[in-house]
């Protein structure tokens, strides 16, 4: 380096004078924390992997114990749906999704927005996502979105994977209700994923919960357990008889509406009460953990 560039180099105002090229352009907040970008980082995260691989084994375990498991116990008074449930394919389907959606199902999606910010906090790299920057509506609609996509092919995976394994295994006969109703296998096939559609509404509570513990905590584990507890609550107080009208107003009380799917003329009266249950608990919820997100002192 010569005199005068080692003069210049060392003058007020002239210290990236030698620096080829300019600054980086800056952040455009609209941008930032694209979907793609979460959504990848999302399924490459170990808990997404395993909880698709225990949806997509669950049927596979079901069977298996249907397999191993003796004859009927001939003391019920009338077919139910573990009696049904090795009759064909679509009775399979339909007996995993019982089985599954008040408990797994609620732990799924509890799992994937209870994580979506709890987790970050959690790792300490909430405030640097704040300062790339990320507006703090744009980051919780970009995780909701992402965790409402994996949720959703969760839940919509295991009658898929239900209704391919009872093929195999009971061959693609009707659909036999308990009471007796009978369904073809294409039918009956609509009729489960539609159920599973309701599931995932009727769920959407659950996930706007879990939302608003994930930004209320820096333990995701407490926000998952939160809203899974919820749920158990609500399914207890549901059984209590004596609360009449208040369980109406159970955030669970419809969740097995859906069965009304396996009959040949559908009542939607129950299926309807559920969706709009659901979608006014999720709102609530919602609009709370966003008011509790933009408010929220970030810390970690």
Known sequence: MSTQDRQLS???????????????????????????????RQLR????????ALVAAMPVILWAAFSLGGGDDGGSSGPSLVDLASGSAANFAVF??????????????????????????????????LAVPVPRARLLRQKAIVASALAAAALLLLPVVALLVGALAYGTGDLVSPIGESLPFWSAAGRVMLGAVY???????????????????????GAVGGAV????????????TELGVIRDFLPTHYSDAWS??????????????????????????????AWRFTRKDITS
Not at 203 to 215: D, G, K, N, Y
């Open 10 to 40: 060392t003058r007020r105002g002239h210290v990236g004078a030698l620096v080829d090229g300019g600054a980086a352009p800056p952040a455009v907040p609209g941008r930032t924390l694209p979907l793609r970008t979460e959504l990848v």
């Open 45 to 52: 995260r170990r808990r997404t992997q395993v909880a698709f």
């Open 260 to 289: 009304a799917l396996l009959a040949t003329d559908v009542d939607w009266a129950d299926m309807t009460y559920g969706v709009f249950s659901a979608v006014c608990y999720a709102t609530v919820f919602g609009a709370a953990a």
């Open 199 to 221: 599931v995932i509404v009727q769920l959407s509570w659950v996930a706007a919960l879990a939302l608003l513990l994930s930004v209320s905590t820096d333990a995701p584990l």
């Open 229 to 240: 507890m919820a749920s158990i609550v609500s399914q207890i107080l549901d059984q209590i």
């Open 96 to 129: 995993t999704l019982f089985a599954s959606a008040n408990f797994l199902l609620v732990v799924l999606v509890a799992l994937f927005f209870g994580d979506t910010v709890a987790s970050e906090a959690s790792w300490s790299s909430l405030r640097y996502l």
